[in-house]
């Protein structure tokens, strides 16, 4: 079988409309807008409002995305959500969306490994489309973190915004699409941030929630120093892996939780900020939708452009790292729908010299 590959030919993002900036912090908690701006980068983010939903935002970023890519919902033979905060525990916002989309009854799942799930999703995407059992793939990376964070907790809460991103991924027999990736995770340091309560350990109870275990706790100097550790090697494995140099990349679109850690990693890989696209300012840290969303802005803006060979680089809970190498391709015919054709000329002259045969 020809080799194939996974072009992204469609993306869309969905940001609420409600913005809270850091003056807003400023009125209810002990910080300053200077201090956030320069610890982190951040100057405003989006929060849901009320009856906003995962479910929702998730559908809105599909639709552009599929829009974009000239595809109906029906076209989509597999949807993979990326995300820490689905509407419910159970069932999957996956099968939600699935349904508010109106895509056929294909597998759709829901991929939980924090801010780098984008990045996990849009590889194993990648795999489904490599098999042949895949042609057009819808990928979401989402997240409403706003609703499990501590408002008196200075340390996270003005850290975390919501927002939704999503790709559409076709196959292809031109090689692009994710040329390689690195994964990774490392378990030990899964107390640096963690959601205590709500899973199986601890059963949201009067008590849990007296001891606030409902919101996302984070040892921010353990995960900065981690972030720092892995993401420059990460990206510079996943460049070898892909048989390039930095030189080859044309623009990083990284996770966006803190600027001092994006510089670090670029410095680290040799590459120049220049190169690196940054939209923290806007909307904070949402998580596993950072990256699409910053893709999709990357590409509005310019930053990106078909042809282009990108690295998406991440970090997160479990802990968890993540880099793909994506080269953005002009868009061909889909593979399967060029080897169906093909496969009815080929059923076509056996049937015919068959019933020569018999003649
Ligand atoms: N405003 C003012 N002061 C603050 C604030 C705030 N919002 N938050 C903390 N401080 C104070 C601290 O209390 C501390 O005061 P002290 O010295 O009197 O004790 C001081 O500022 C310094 O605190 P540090 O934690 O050392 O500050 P640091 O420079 O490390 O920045 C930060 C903190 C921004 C959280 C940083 O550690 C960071 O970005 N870490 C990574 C976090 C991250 O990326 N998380 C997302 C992971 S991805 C995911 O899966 C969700």
């Known amino acids: 079988m020809a080799e194939r590959y996974g072009n992204i030919v469609g993306w869309g993002k969905y940001v609420p409309d409600r913005v809270v900036t850091n003056a807003d912090f400023e009125k209810r908690l002990d910080t300053s807008d200077e201090w956030i701006v320069a610890r982190t980068g951040i100057r405003e983010r989006r929060h849901a409002s009320e009856g906003e939903v995962t479910s929702q935002m998730s559908t809105a ?10 595809l109906r919902p029906s076209d989509l033979d597999l949807i993979i959500v990326a995300t820490s905060t689905p509407d419910y525990l159970t069932p999957p916002v996956s099968s939600q969306i699935q349904h508010l989309l109106g895509a056929g009854h294909v597998g759709a799942f829901t991929l939980v490994t924090g801010c780098t799930g984008f990045v ?7 795999q489904f489309i490599a098999s042949g059992s895949v042609t057009n793939a819808l990928v979401i990376g989402v997240e409403i973190i706003s609703r499990f964070v501590d408002w ?67 040892n921010g100097n353990e995960v900065f120093k981690f972030a720092t550790r892995v993401l420059g090697k990460s990206l510079r ?36 900020m220049e190169k690196v696209f940054v939209n923290i300012h806007k909307y904070g840290n949402t998580s596993a939708a950072s ?69």
Request: charged letters at 20%; a neutral charge.
């Open 237 to 272: 494995q996943a460049i070898a892996k892909a048989g390039l140099t930095a030189d080859d990349i044309d623009l990083i679109v990284p996770h966006q939780a803190n600027v001092r850690i994006i510089e670090s990693a670029a410095r680290q890989a040799k590459l120049p």
């Open 291 to 359: 990256i699409p969303i910053a893709l999709c802005e990357a590409l509005e803006e310019g930053r990106a452009r078909v042809g282009d060979t990108l690295a998406f680089v991440s970090f997160g809970a479990g802990l968890t790292w993540a880099t793909a190498i994506v080269k953005l391709a002009e868009r061909k015919q889909p593979v399967s729908r060029r080897k169906r054709w093909f496969s009815f000329l080929g059923w076509f002259i056996r049937d015919s010299s068959s019933l020569r045969s018999s003649e």
């Open 120 to 126: 996990y999703a849009l590889a194993t995407a990648q």
């Open 61 to 70: 970023a599909a639709r552009e995305a599929l829009g974009i890519a000239g």
């Open 152 to 218: 008196e907790d200075r340390a996270t809460c003005i850290l975390f915004g919501d927002g939704a991103g999503a790709v559409v991924v076709q196959a292809t027999d031109e090689p692009c699409g994710v040329l390689s990736f690195d994964l990774g995770s490392d378990g030990s340091g899964a107390e640096h941030l963690i959601l205590p309560a709500g899973g199986a350990a601890i059963p949201v109870t009067h008590e849990a929630l007296v001891k606030k275990q409902q919101y996302l706790r984070m």
